[in-house]
């Protein structure tokens, strides 16, 4: 994704880290994924309505999301826009899958981050409707 030029140096690192992170998720790389997590990572997904889920624990947050990559055929999220500011970020995204009846769905959301030394300390979902 392209930034805008006036976004500090430490700014621009933390959307890095949050490409890469999106970057293997869209692989569905759960190693490459935990290493850009921090030991005590938080997530806070958008299910159930209206304040999903706690998970706390990369290991816990690895076993979600590998239970939320077989649900699916297909999963991808992109970024639609991020900013970034000094170690916290947000990224509005739109998340497309393919069930495993072959039935398309999608939605879009945003996620608020906290990254701590090169790694996601915290990622909060919310979704539209």
Request: charged share 30%; glycine share 8%.
């Amino acid at each position: 994704m392209v930034y805008e030029n006036n976004m500090d140096t430490l700014a621009l690192e933390t959307l890095g880290t949050i490409d890469r992170f999106n970057d293997a998720f869209n692989r569905q790389d759960l190693e490459a994924m935990a290493a850009l997590m921090t030991e005590d990572c938080v997530f806070e997904s958008t299910a159930p309505s209206p304040d999903g889920t706690r998970f706390e624990g990369r290991d816990n947050i690895i076993e979600l999301f590998r239970d939320f990559f077989a649900g699916a055929k297909s999963r991808i999220f992109e970024s639609e826009d991020a900013f970034g500011a000094g170690y916290r970020a947000t990224v509005r995204w739109v998340h497309r899958w393919v069930d495993l009846d072959g039935t398309e769905g999608h939605v879009r959301g945003v996620d608020v981050f906290t990254v701590r030394d090169g790694q996601i300390a915290e990622k909060l979902s919310y979704v539209k409707g």
